[in-house]
Nanobody, 127 residues
Framework: QVQLVESGGGLVHAGESLRLSCTAS????????IGWFRQVPGLEREGISC????????YDKDSVKGRFTISRDNAKNTVYLQMNNVKPEDTGIYYC????????????????????WGQGTLVTVSS
């Protein structure tokens, strides 16, 4: 079964850290473009951090630069989003996505045109 499954969400306080995981099954993540996206009720889903195949190019939303880091563990077929110094405005449902294409990282984060999406994991940051 081809799928992405996110985990690691929860309730944290401002200034704390959290690591989200996205594990793939049925395909290999290291030959996919990947991305993490966030959605808040009433707003469009927004791209947080995206990488092209082989991590050749990167895009990170300005508000998370220096705080969030996306990484891959190919042996575990998993992508992570390390979230440090979280803020209340980081609250939302976080989705990971993967695509076999060759578009730029900014393209994926801005258009959200990725083939496969996970079900999302909720992150709540209290002040």
């Amino acid at each position: 079964q081809v799928q992405l499954v996110e985990s690691g969400g929860g309730l944290v306080h401002a200034g704390e850290s959290l690591r989200l995981s996205c594990t793939a099954s049925g395909f290999t993540l290291d030959d996919r473009a990947i991305g993490w996206f966030r959605q808040v009720p009433g707003l469009e889903r927004e791209g947080i951090s995206c990488r092209t195949r082989g991590d050749a190019a990167a895009y990170d939303k300005d508000s998370v630069k220096g705080r969030f880091t996306i990484s891959r563990d190919n042996a575990k077929n998993t992508v992570y989003l390390q979230m440090n110094n979280v803020k209340p405005e980081d609250t939302g449902i976080y989705y990971c996505a993967a695509d076999p294409g060759y578009h730029g990282a900014d393209y994926y984060c801005q258009t959200r045109y990725l083939e496969l999406w996970g079900q999302g994991t909720l992150v709540t940051v209290s002040s």
